[in-house]
């Protein structure tokens, strides 16, 4: 469904088009009105045609990924989750921390807690198994081992002193570990430092206690439900009223609870009557499963029926490639777990509406001082940034809700003005973003600057037609006192508005100066790091340009391995040579170059 302006509104599926799409405007007193709002903004549907159910599903999730409708369910990017991945297309595997699960041949585990947990448990498990914890780059240049194998923590496989086969021996031992599969592993383990005792390998054995110490430490961390259990399962449970949702899934892999996702929906309320779950629960377990590990059963606290369910487990299946059960959970054990799902929903819920009730106290606040006709859900804020006139960039950076949305940043690289200029930049780049009518409208611009940049951002509004679209700027006082009032002295920051004389300011302990001063510095940094980039870039290919047997290519390796002319001219022979391409000869001639 789309509006005038093409733009995605929202995205679902039917087995019988025509009356799908009838209902939402025949059955207007049964629909939600987040459903009633969308309806008054359709101006055309498009359709595509599926084989099958399934596909059905799997195509949602992609254009919702896509498209990010307003009205469907969408999941904010949660990068505080991560999981353990196992490299196993590479000949000799390796143990990554990985945000996001991916079809790349890799085995993930997860999810856990924290990305401190995740690397510990990395660092203990490579330890252990002596799996080597070096890039890719790194072992393909290597002549000799490296201070890891020297110590006993690696066997060495860039010089080939292990196997394949020996190798992946312990890879299997890592991944039965990680599957949970934790007594057979320490029981081998026991065994093997036994026996190294016995063949009076001292260190070996060492090293083995040690590592089944280390393991049975980090097992002692985990909360156990159930040791005889050997299947991967997520429990699900939500809560919410009209202010949204929060729906959390409890992650328990073999008998022991390994982490939880929680997520919040605003616009929905689970208790709503005219929400159907049927269609919000299995829009967001079709995204959620999208882009995470998938169990053998996912366990939730309603019975979606025995169609729907079954449909479910298949759109599952055709992602994980093994069966999946998607199911009520009524058994004592299930329903325990699902309570502590729901315990978990409620604090998340708890602790975002605190969060939201306070960002919203101070967007209304903004509202109030500065006479905006609605609260500002949606701000964005824009600040320009050059170096002496050169390499001018500008930054967008967009809070909703008073919290970024880091999804809407956007950088612009200044073309068609004088370096420097910057008045002009502002017009090129508020002209460039107002175009695009695909994006919502802003609620509020604030530009990063005094009256004079302000001006300038009133004056493309108005030669836009968008006048509409309130704009204020930000800076910092010149000098205490400068203005007589009172109320201006008591913070550095001030607030001008187009046709007030005097600044407006904000307390300094007040939720609105608060917004507005993370948007500002928050602009000043997203633009300060493009142009920093931008301005390495080109000081290191400049410096790199003079030197004969360097191309493109082995430049942009350089540059994505030491970001920097002076890391370069910092790094010694060795480092440099791991540099794909770049041989012995070449690398003391850089170094040469470099350091005179």
């Known amino acids: 469904m789309k509006n005038s302006a093409e733009k995605i509104l929202y995205v679902g599926k039917a087995k019988n088009l025509r009356s799908r799409v009838r209902s939402y405007f025949q059955d207007t007193e049964n629909i939600s009105p987040k ?94 198994f002596q799996i080597r914890d070096c890039t890719d780059y790194f072992m393909k240049t290597r002549k000799r081992p490296c201070m890891t194998y020297q110590i006993g923590r690696c066997t060495a496989p860039c010089v080939e002193y292990i196997t394949q086969e020996e190798y992946k021996e312990n890879v299997k031992k890592v991944a039965a570990f990680l599957r949970g599969r934790d007594k057979k592993v320490l029981n081998t383990l026991e065994k093997e430092m036994l026996q190294a005792a016995e063949d009076e390998r001292f260190e070996t054995a060492a090293r083995l206690r040690d590592g089944l110490k280390g393991l049975k430490s980090a097992l002692e961390k985990q909360v156990v439900v159930n040791e005889k259990k050997d299947i991967d399962q997520d429990f699900v449970s939500f809560v919410g009223d009209e202010r949204g949702s929060s729906i959390e899934v409890l992650a328990v892999r073999s008998g022991r609870v390994m982490g939880r996702r929680g997520h919040f929906i605003g616009h929905l309320n689970v208790n709503d009557a005219q929400e159907d779950m049927r269609d919000w629960l299995v829009s967001f377990l079709n995204q959620y499963y999208d882009e995470n590990l998938i169990p053998d059963e996912v366990i939730l606290p309603v019975d979606l029926g025995r169609d729907i369910s079954k449909l479910l487990s298949d759109v599952l299946e055709e992602r994980r490639n093994e069966t999946v059960k998607v199911c009520h959970g009524l058994d004592r054990e299930s329903q325990r777990l699902l309570e502590m799902a729901e315990k978990n929903a409620k604090d998340h819920f708890r602790v975002h509406v605190e969060k939201s009730d306070q960002k919203l106290k101070g967007l209304e606040q903004i509202q109030r001082k500065l006479s905006l006709p609605q609260v500002p859900q949606r701000i964005e804020c824009y600040d320009i940034s050059h170096f002496q006139g050169q390499e001018t960039v500008a930054s967008q950076v967009v809070f909703e809700e008073g919290v970024p949305a880091k999804e809407h940043y956007r950088l612009y690289k200044i073309k068609t003005v004088a370096d420097g200029d910057d008045y002009e930049s502002m017009k090129e780049v508020l002209s460039r973003r107002l175009k695009h009518q695909e994006y919502d409208d802003p609620d509020l611009i604030l530009i990063d600057g005094g009256k004079g940049q302000l001006k300038v951002a009133h004056e493309v509004l108005k030669e836009l037609g968008r006048d509409d679209i309130p704009v204020i700027s930000i800076a910092k006082a010149r000098t205490q006192g400068e203005f007589s009032d009172a109320e201006v002295t008591a913070t550095e920051e001030r607030i001008f508005v187009p046709g007030r004389l005097k600044p407006v300011v904000f307390p300094s302990n007040s939720e609105a100066f608060r917004i507005l ?27 790199l340009d003079e030197i004969s047997g360097i191309g493109d290519v082995i430049k942009k390796r350089l540059y994505e391995r030491f970001e920097t002319v002076d890391a370069i001219r910092a790094a010694n022979l060795e480092e440099l ?7 012995k000869a070449l690398a003391q001639k850089i170094l040469e170059y470099l350091n005179t």
Do not use: M, W
Request: proline share 3%; glycine share 2%.
């Open 35 to 128: 459903t009633q709002l969308l309806v008054t903004q359709i101006h055309t549907v498009d359709y595509i045609i599926t084989k099958t159910e399934v596909e059905a599903f799997l195509l949602e999730a992609s254009l919702i990924k896509k498209h990010r409708p307003k009205y469907n369910i969408r999941l904010k990017d949660d990068r505080t989750y991560p999981y353990i991945k196992l490299s196993l297309k590479d000949a000799f595997p390796r143990l990554y921390l990985s945000r996001k699960v991916v079809k790349d041949g890799s085995q993930y585990f997860g999810p856990f807690t924290s990305s401190f947990l995740v690397n510990e448990t990395i660092r203990l498990l490579s330890t252990v």
């Open 517 to 543: 001063v993370s948007l500002r510095d928050e602009a000043h940094r997203f633009a300060i790091s493009y142009h920093r980039k931008l301005r390495e870039n080109s000081s290191l290919e400049s410096a």
């Open 577 to 583: 040579i791991e540099v794909e391409g770049v041989h």
